[in-house]
T-cell receptor, first 116, second 110 residues
Framework: NAGVMQNPRHLVRRRGQEARLRCSPM?????VYWYRQLPEEGLKFMVY????????ESGMPKERFSAEFPKEGPSILRIQQVVRGDSAAYFC??????????????FGPGTRLTVL | TQLLEQSPQFLSIQEGENLTVYCNSS?????LQWYRQEPGEGPVLLVT?????EVKKLKRLTFQFGDARKDSSLHITAAQTGDTGLYLC??????????FGTGTRLTIIP
């Protein structure tokens, strides 16, 4: 049973380019979360999505960042016009359900974005 | 805004010794997870606790959730070099997003 898959594992972009990060959740999981880990900092929540819906985007920067989880295919985190401060590890997690007494999130290996 | 503090921040001990690391919150958890993260990898879920006073064991690891659900501890018995890593606590507070602690970086010396 494959775990959460993310690609690419490493991504290098020049300032002003676009970055697209992909996440395929675990089989049977319909909830996806994106987190960012800046150098020497902890993991910070960015956005929570279900199929075709953004549920909570309270952690997303207001500009240049967007996320989607289409009916078919992986979830995409898109960063437009990247700047050096976007350099970080981006992790995707998935879970089976919400509304339960607790929610276990399983993480992918991450995409390490470097902006030159 | 919830704050999760972990202590100690760094811990180096000899193989075979016991250790305990702590996670404290300014707010009551809905649920709390412990993860371990290796360099260059994503966090791996170790355990989830939800009930105040709950104790869970995973081989040599014992996880305890405080009665008031604002703190937790992870105790490792007879540490091994394979236990080396970054230990993260993370909690939910009435919604789905995880708030992560600052982490304890554990090094087991052979």
């Amino acid at each position: 049973n494959a775990g959460v898959m993310q690609n690419p594992r490493h991504l290098v972009r020049r300032r002003g380019q676009e970055a697209r990060l992909r996440c395929s959740p675990m089989k049977g999981h319909s909830h996806v979360y994106w987190y960012r880990q800046l150098p020497e900092e902890g993991l910070k929540f960015m956005v929570y999505l279900q199929k075709e819906n953004i549920i909570d985007e309270s952690g997303m920067p207001k500009e240049r960042f967007s996320a989607e989880f289409p009916k078919e295919g992986p979830s995409i985190l898109r960063i437009q016009q990247v700047v050096r401060g976007d350099s970080a590890a981006y992790f995707c997690a998935s879970s089976t359900m919400s509304g339960a007494s607790y929610n276990e999130q399983f993480f992918g290996p991450g995409t390490r974005l470097t902006v030159l | 805004t919830q704050l999760l503090e972990q202590s100690p921040q760094f811990l180096s001990i000899q193989e075979g010794e016991n250790l305990t690391v702590y996670c404290n919150s300014s707010s009551v958890f809905s649920s709390l997870q412990w993860y371990r993260q290796e360099p260059g990898e994503g966090p791996v879920l170790l355990v989830t606790v939800v009930t105040g006073g709950e104790v869970k064991k995973l081989k040599r690891l014992t996880f305890q959730f405080g009665d008031a659900r604002k703190d937790s501890s992870l105790h490792i018995t007879a540490a091994q070099t394979g236990d080396t890593g970054l230990y993260l606590c993370a909690g939910t507070f009435g919604n789905e997003k995880l708030t992560f602690g600052t982490g304890t970086r554990l090094t087991i010396i052979p």
